[in-house]
């Protein structure tokens, strides 16, 4: 069993940044793809970015937020960061760390094993 547990959130201004972290413990392994989704209210859950194992640090993003949002990945720590900057109201939701033993369909929910309880994000206009 992976454990994951986020942190960061919270309430800023519209074009503020917060900075989320997701720290595994547990059967952790270097070969997960790690992943960020959110999820607003009464909508689905979405794929915001994820790293592939295998990467040398780039990831994947969503292009809501792409050139807005950075991800990051130690795995030294076992631990993810999500540098989120330029926040709109739209942004707004739960975010949540996954990790799976993922190589296709990264930006898809059912590919990852291991979820983070979330961590609420409120973007104010």
């Known amino acids: 069993q992976v454990q994951l547990v986020e942190s960061g959130g919270g309430l800023v201004q519209a074009g503020g940044s917060l900075r989320l972290s997701c720290t595994a413990s547990?059967?952790?392994?270097?070969?997960?793809?790690m992943g960020w989704f959110r999820q607003a209210p009464g909508k689905e859950r979405e794929f915001v970015a994820a790293i592939a194992w295998w990467s040398t640090g780039s990831a994947n993003y969503a292009g809501s937020v792409k050139g807005r949002f950075t991800m990051s990945r130690d795995n030294a720590k076992n631990t993810v960061h999500l540098q989120m900057n330029s926040l709109k109201p739209e942004d707004t939701a739960v975010y949540y760390c996954?990790?799976?033993?993922?190589?296709?369909?990264?930006?898809?929910?059912?590919?990852?094993?291991?979820w983070g309880q979330g961590t609420q994000v409120t973007v104010s206009s």
């Open positions: 547990g059967r952790t392994s270097s070969r997960y793809t």
């Open positions: 996954a990790a799976g033993v993922v190589a296709q369909a990264m930006g898809v929910p059912a590919s990852y094993d291991y």
